[in-house]
């Protein structure tokens, strides 16, 4: 793989941060007054970084062909939490409310 997280093995460690772009982690406020319509942005008061945690397993699930189940290939780490990342994108896999980064 061609991403910082692609080599990730079991036993390395990581950082869980929140994704500060998923809508968990914002807050509504009043957009254009004249439409009276409101707008996301990001709310300035929660914490990015959450822990750092270990990877106890590692998964790859090759491609999927075909015209309704079709599925390009991945491969997945799951946390002491029990929680699932993508190392294509880092995003937690289901909601992407968090993600992890490699620790420096």
């Known amino acids: 793989m061609s991403t ?3 080599d990730l093995q079991i036993g390395d460690r990581v950082v869980v941060k ?14 254009d007054p004249r439409d009276g319509g409101t707008k996301w942005v990001r709310d300035e008061n929660i914490d990015e970084s959450v822990a750092v945690s270990t990877i106890v397993e590692r998964r790859h699930h090759p491609s999927v062909t075909g015209r309704w189940l079709a599925r390009p290939a991945r491969t997945l780490v799951r946390l002491r939490s029990g929680l ?3 190392l294509a994108t880092g995003l937690q896999e289901g909601s992407g409310a968090t993600r992890i980064e490699r620790r420096s």
Do not use: I, S
């Open 84 to 86: 699932w990342y993508d």
């Open 18 to 31: 929140r994704n500060l772009d998923h809508p968990a982690h914002m807050k509504q406020v009043p957009a």
């Open 4 to 6: 910082p997280l692609g």
